[in-house]
């Protein structure tokens, strides 16, 4: 069988048109493969014609190669597309609240922090702690028997003393007892958004939490 060089003497000896030539540096377009295709069928030889399982490989191979090609950039339109929206979604998110699993909040004064604690099965003694940032104790809340589900609470930002605690973060945390067994119920807490930062292709949002830092938005539970 003859090889298929990109020399010019060879393609014309196989009688290839002059605009082949040209694009012979260039993508190889449908067209060209196929009149490729036919100039190596003609010129074979034909003690030794190429089998009908070589033939289907080759155009079998080029026409993967095309598709993958046509699907790269379906998959980069819609990127560029989902990137678009998540434009318009993080505009709207913008001082609205959002529940989150950071295990705390932020205190600003005069204000509270809030959240609920998730019951997987009814449990009694219910308790809720909040912690300052050097991990002492500030008030502990006694929130008695509740039902499955989620239970709201609110913290006033006052100490077991009867202070009110300065403003910054805090941790929060709930013990309950269900069956004669304690366990920790997952808690979260709400959380302003101050802004959103919107990363490259794959990445998504990113919400900055007011005094929390930034969040991923895969990880908010609830928007408010």
């Known amino acids: 069988m003859t090889a298929i060089t990109n020399d010019t003497t060879l393609f014309q000896t196989l009688g290839l048109s002059k605009e082949l030539q040209q694009n012979a540096g260039s993508e190889l377009q449908l067209d060209d493969f196929l009149e490729l295709m036919v100039t190596e069928l003609t010129h074979q030889d034909p003690f030794k014609p190429m089998e009908n399982s070589e033939l289907a490989s080759q155009i079998s191979q ?42 705390g909040g932020y205190l600003e004064t005069g204000s509270s922090i809030d959240g609920v604690i998730g019951l997987s099965d009814p449990a009694s003694n219910l308790t809720v702690s909040v912690y300052n940032a050097g ?44 069956n004669g067994e304690e366990f920790s119920p997952y808690v979260l807490t709400e959380a302003e958004v101050n802004s959103v930062s919107i990363g490259s292709a794959g990445q998504g949002l990113a919400l900055n939490l007011k005094g929390l830092g930034p969040i991923s938005f895969n990880d908010v539970a609830e928007i408010r």
């Not at 046509?70 to 709207?92: P, T, V």
């Open 62 to 103: 080029f026409a993967t190669v095309s598709g993958i090609d046509e699907l790269n950039d379906k998959f980069s339109n819609l990127s560029g597309s989902l990137l678009s929206d998540q434009s318009m979604q993080a505009a709207n998110l913008i001082g609205r609240r959002v529940l989150v699993p950071l295990g």
């Open 135 to 178: 991990g002492a104790l500030v008030r502990e809340m006694q929130m008695g028997t509740q039902t499955k589900g989620e239970v709201r609470f609110s913290w006033d930002g006052l100490t077991d003393a009867g202070e009110y605690a300065p403003a910054g973060q805090y941790q929060i945390s709930a013990r309950a007892s269900a």
